[in-house]
């Protein structure tokens, strides 16, 4: 089997040796920083709301795309959120169906980018929009 030189941890100043990654002390630190799925707005509703969204929409987007049929298991928000008080948390509209490898993509490749666009007010007229759609009861928060 191959053998491939062990890495140095990607934490700044850290001089473990692992395979890919961070150190375990360091993967520690940083998923305590990050919060657990509730505290990112990932409850039970969402559980079966993603259940049911899944069901509905079975293949990967990007995949169906370039004409291949993988199954999606995740529900992405197209436009990245701030947890389940961000207005562009619950509209179908913001979500697709994606397999793990193109919502991997998707998150390093496109995420910091559209969230720089929304800092910049890019994604207002969603937002207004769906806060709207929100105060008239057409969607529910």
């Known amino acids: 089997m191959p053998w491939q030189p062990l ?18 002390e360091h993967r520690r630190e940083q998923n305590r920083q990050r919060g657990t799925r509730t505290e990112r707005g990932y409850s039970n509703r969402w559980s079966r709301y993603r259940l049911m969204y899944l ?26 959120i701030q947890g389940e008080a961000d207005v562009l948390f619950w ?3 913001n979500h697709q169906a994606l397999c793990q490898t193109c919502h991997n993509r998707k998150t390093v490749q496109t995420d ?30």
């Open 7 to 24: 890495k140095r941890c990607s934490y700044p100043s850290c001089k473990q040796r692992v395979k890919s990654g961070r150190c375990e």
């Open 55 to 80: 069901k509905t929409h079975p293949l990967c987007m990007h995949c169906l795309k370039q004409n291949c049929y993988m199954p999606a298991t995740i529900v992405d928000h197209i436009i990245p």
């Open 91 to 93: 509209p179908a509209s």
């Open 112 to 141: 910091p980018i559209t969230k720089a666009k929304r800092k910049q007010g890019s994604y207002q007229e969603q937002e207004a929009e769906t806060a709207r759609l929100v105060n008239f009861g057409i969607i529910t928060n």
